[in-house]
C-alpha cells in the first residue's frame, strides 16, 4: 500500500496526501492511520524518543485519498478545527460518478441521517443534518461498459459519507462506491473514485491563506478522463470561485442565486 506523502510542514501543521485505503484515525484494525503515521513521522524528524501531539482536525473515508491537514501543537488543532467548524475552510473534490447530471452545474442542499452503516436522505419529519455541496460536470465519458462522469465538487457543510450519499441519492453514485450501489468495486483496489483535491485555509497563527492542491494516481479509473477536456471542470469552477469571492467583497450577487436546488 502507497505510502502518505507530504505537502507541507511547518511548526504548526502538516498537510498530507492520504492514500487511499488508510484510515484517517486507528479503529481497532490492523489498517494503517495517518494519525499514528504523522506521529512517527515527527519522532523521526526530531531524531530522538517522544510522544508528539498530533491533532486530528478533519476526516477522510478510508475509501478516499487526497489531501489532509493535521495540526502539531494544540493552538494550531483549536484554530483550526474552528474554521472547519464555522465552515471557513475550502474543500474542493474531484470524483468520477456513474452517468450524468441533468444540471451541469447546481447546488444539492438536503437534510441527511445516518441509518446504520450509510447516509441517507431522511425522510417526511425525519431529524437530520442540514448538508450542502455544489458541484460542476467536467468530461463525459465511460468506464469500461459503464456511463460516468467526471465532477469537480465543493463541499460546504461536513457529515460523514456526505458526498458519496448526497451524489447516491440523485442517482450518480462515485464509481466504486458499491455500499451506495455503485458498479466497478474491486479486491484489487484500496479506494472509490471520490479526492480531496484542494484545501485552502488560514494559518492557524500567522493568518496566511494557505492552499493546497492534489490530483488522483494516474491509475485507473481516473485514466479513463484524462483527456484535455477534463480541464473544463477546472474552468468551471474558477468562475464559481472567482464569483463567489466577488459576492463576498460586495462585488456581486450571491452565489446561491447561480445554483437552484435540487
Not at 40 to 60: E, Q
Not at 186 to 215: K, M, W
Request: charged share 25%; net charge negative.
Amino acid at each position: 500500500m502507497k505510502a502518505p506523502e507530504i505537502i507541507y510542514e511547518d511548526r504548526q501543521l502538516l498537510v498530507v496526501e492520504k492514500p487511499p485505503g488508510w484510515l484517517a484515525q486507528a479503529d481497532g484494525s490492523e489498517r494503517p492511520d495517518i494519525l499514528e503515521w504523522a506521529r512517527a513521522h515527527i519522532v523521526s524528524s526530531r531524531g530522538k524518543p517522544c510522544r508528539p501531539f498530533v491533532g486530528l482536525c478533519h476526516r477522510l473515508d478510508r475509501q478516499v485519498g487526497g489531501l489532509m491537514v493535521l495540526a502539531k501543537t494544540s493552538k494550531a488543532a483549536s484554530r483550526i478545527s474552528a474554521q472547519f467548524r464555522d465552515r471557513e475552510v475550502r474543500k474542493l473534490y474531484s470524483a468520477i460518478c456513474v452517468g450524468q447530471p441533468d444540471n451541469p452545474m447546481t447546488m444539492l442542499a438536503q437534510t441527511m441521517l445516518r441509518d446504520d452503516c450509510i447516509t441517507r436522505v431522511a425522510r417526511g419529519k425525519e431529524p437530520g443534518t442540514n448538508c450542502v455541496l455544489r458541484y460542476a460536470l467536467g468530461e463525459i465519458g465511460a468506464v469500461g461498459d459503464v456511463s460516468a462522469c467526471q465532477l469537480r465538487i465543493e463541499l460546504l457543510t461536513g457529515f460523514k459519507h456526505q458526498i458519496r450519499a448526497q451524489l447516491a441519492s440523485i442517482g450518480h453514485p462515485v464509481y466504486g462506491d458499491a455500499l451506495y450501489g455503485a458498479p466497478g468495486a474491486s479486491s484489487d483496489r484500496e479506494g472509490i473514485a471520490l479526492h480531496s483535491s484542494y484545501l485552502g485555509f488560514a494559518h492557524p497563527i500567522t493568518g496566511q491563506v494557505l492552499e493546497f492542491i492534489s490530483q488522483p494516481d494516474e491509475s485507473w479509473p481516473w485514466t479513463e478522463f484524462r483527456s484535455e477536456f477534463a480541464c473544463l471542470a477546472d474552468q468551471a469552477f474558477a468562475k464559481v470561485l472567482a464569483m463567489r469571492e466577488n459576492a463576498r467583497n460586495g462585488q456581486g450577487e450571491d452565489l446561491d442565486l447561480e445554483f437552484p436546488e435540487c
